[in-house]
């Protein structure tokens, strides 16, 4: 099964990410401080981690160039309301918010 790590400050996104792929292929787990994603010791077994843009102390941009040079077999995901403004955001993919279900499982499953 396909683990999958969505970094997120807002608590009903993640509620949200979870409800959209229960019952699917992936298992899911959340973290909403991004500051603590280092520190989580099953890090290394992650497959792909979804990153929101905008979250306080640290861009997701910035966290996915910190997860590349750590962790560089972790797929990386971006999602943003504002795509066009991320180049250089050390991604495998950039998805647009709002996200509908459909897109983000061909999403996570084009990555495996």
Known sequence: MTKVLFVDDEPYILDTYLR?????????SVLSDSTQLF????????DIIVVDQQMPKITGSELLLKMKQQFPNIKRVLVSADIFKLEGSYTDLVLQKPLMKLE???????LK
Do not use: A, D, Q, T
Request: with cysteine.
């Open 39 to 46: 520190e989580l010791p099953n890090l290394k077994y992650v």
């Open 104 to 110: 983000l499982i061909k999403c996570l499953s084009s």
């Open 20 to 28: 959209m792929l229960r019952g699917s292929k992936f298992e899911c």
